[in-house]
């Protein structure tokens, strides 16, 4: 079945750091594949999504390719703030939006 | 915030019991999803209602059922609980095949 796996965490940057979360994939078919976000004591939201090959989704500072060869689609954001300390997870769907195959989530926190 | 509302926001039960966990939708959003984030885990799909009538459903159990209301307000039921249901439950709604929004979910534990 479709599986997602991603980074273990958690991940403690400074400021103004590099951000890498790597994410991989196991589907059937052509997934659309997600970056979601839970800042604490709040709901999942998306944070971006691409739907295609070599499709960018960029949202915020985030980038991530969706990359077929590699079933990969790994989170990129230059610089962090502190206000980017949240658990991301990689999320893919084979029909459309739902229903969301989760990784486990990655937890970042970034100090000043 | 999303727009959709999940209640109670916390909640303690004991084995066997039942549970009854509410989900109001954005609105005009006719399809409502429930997730399971057991902790320290990804979110796993429990079941989806489109229109009142259930849409797909994921790996869990008869004793997990829910509802859709001509609303489109949701409920979540689990019968004859168990200590591994201890987790958030999330509620996302969405608007045909778009984008989902969720709640900030129902943190349930079983003693």
């Known amino acids: 079945g479709n599986s997602v796996t991603q980074m273990e965490g958690p991940v403690t940057l400074s400021e103004e750091a590099f951000l890498t979360i790597n994410c991989t994939y196991t589907?059937?078919?052509?997934?659309?594949l997600f970056w979601y976000v839970q800042y604490p004591g709040e709901g999942l939201q998306l944070l971006l999504k691409a739907t295609k090959a070599d499709d960018k989704g960029s949202n915020k500072g985030f980038e991530a390719t969706y990359r077929k060869e590699t079933t990969s689609f790994h989170l990129e954001k230059g610089s962090v703030q502190v206000s980017d300390s949240a658990v991301y997870f990689c999320?893919?769907?084979?029909?459309?939006?739902?229903?969301?195959?989760f990784g486990k989530g990655t937890r970042l926190s970034v100090i000043a | 915030e999303t727009g959709v509302t999940q209640s109670p926001t916390h909640l303690i039960k004991t084995r066997g019991q039942q549970v009854t966990l509410r989900c109001s939708s954005q609105?005009?959003?006719?399809?409502v999803s429930w997730y399971q984030q057991a902790l320290g885990q990804g979110p796993q799909f429990i079941f989806q209602y489109y229109r009142e009538e259930e849409n797909g459903r994921g790996n869990f159990p008869p004793r997990f059922s829910g509802l859709q209301f001509p609303n489109y307000s949701s409920e979540l039921n689990v019968n004859a609980l168990e200590l591994d249901d201890s987790a958030l439950y999330l509620c996302?709604?969405?608007?045909?095949?778009?984008?989902?929004?969720f709640g900030e979910g129902s943190r349930l534990t079983v003693l």
């Open positions: 589907a059937t078919g052509y997934p659309s």
């Open positions: 609105s005009g959003h006719n399809t």
């Open positions: 999320a893919l769907s084979d029909q459309g939006n739902t229903p969301l195959v």
């Open positions: 996302a709604s969405q608007e045909g095949p778009g984008e989902l929004f």
